[in-house]
Nanobody, 120 residues
């Protein structure tokens, strides 16, 4: 199982940028599909972005063109670059890992989350 630790959240004004990081340890990082979920108060957790081991990516429609997911294999680290942030991006962001290439199901591993707050 992959252990995940997020960092990089914080408070930012609308239109600003943040970069989230997720340090992975344990099982082989390079073979996992990795992703970011978010959950806002009173809302369901949603998949924001995912990246397979071969580099193919998925983005939710609400963040496409503003968020970029990337992985640094040498550092066993996953990133989420967020720009043009909106108040509706405010949420707890969670790093997640799946064995294999299918991210349609529940992840096998979760991080503890990092809070992102966007002020208007």
């Amino acid at each position: 199982q992959v252990q995940l630790v997020e960092s990089g959240g914080g408070l930012v004004q609308a239109g600003g940028s943040l970069r989230l990081s997720c340090a992975a340890s344990g099982s082989i990082f390079s073979s996992n599909t990795m992703g970011w979920y978010r959950q806002a108060p009173g809302k369901e957790r949603e998949l924001v972005a995912a990246i397979r081991a071969d580099g193919t990516t998925y983005y939710a429609g609400s963040v496409k063109g503003r968020f970029t997911i990337a992985r640094a294999e040498a550092k066993n680290t996953l990133y989420l670059r967020m720009k043009s942030l909106k108040p509706e991006d405010t949420a707890m962001y969670y790093c997640a890992a799946w064995r294999g290439s299918d991210y349609s199901g529940s992840p096998q591993s979760w991080g503890q989350g990092t809070q992102v707050a966007v002020s208007s």
